[in-house]
């Protein structure tokens, strides 16, 4: 059974750093596409910052390239979002997720559909 949970969301000051985890197990990282949403409010979820788990080819939104970079670490079978230069737009429950896909490497990550959730974790960036 896949479970993911997600730690390391807080308040933080507009500029400033979080690195959120996911803590993930039930599965092989190789087989799957690894993702962190986010959702606000009254809007719907949307991906951030999804990945290959086998070749690490990585996929970013819009609003977050070059502030936020996803990473894995499979010995530890952690999933990582560090968020840097952080903006008070940025304020949502972030979720982590995997989806069992294939992909390959050089080939863009789409970064939905996925099946698998973990509880999401609050980031509030004030101003």
């Known amino acids: 059974e896949v479970q993911l949970q997600a730690s390391g969301g807080g308040l933080v000051q507009a500029g400033g750093s979080l690195r959120l985890s996911c803590a993930a197990s039930?599965?092989?990282?190789?087989?799957?596409?690894l993702g962190w949403f986010r959702q606000v409010p009254g809007e719907e979820r949307v991906g951030v910052a999804c990945?290959?788990?086998?070749?690490?080819?990585?996929y970013y939104a819009a609003s977050v390239k070059g502030r936020f970079t996803i990473s894995s670490d499979s010995a530890e079978n952690t999933v990582y979002l560090q968020m840097n230069n952080l903006k008070p737009e940025d304020t949502a429950v972030y979720y982590c997720a995997a989806d069992w896909r294939t992909t390959a490497p050089g080939m863009d990550v789409i970064c939905s559909n996925f099946r698998s959730w973990g509880q999401g974790t609050l980031v509030t960036v004030s101003s």
């Open positions: 039930g599965f092989n990282f190789e087989d799957y596409a």
């Open positions: 990945m290959s788990g086998e070749y690490g080819n990585t």
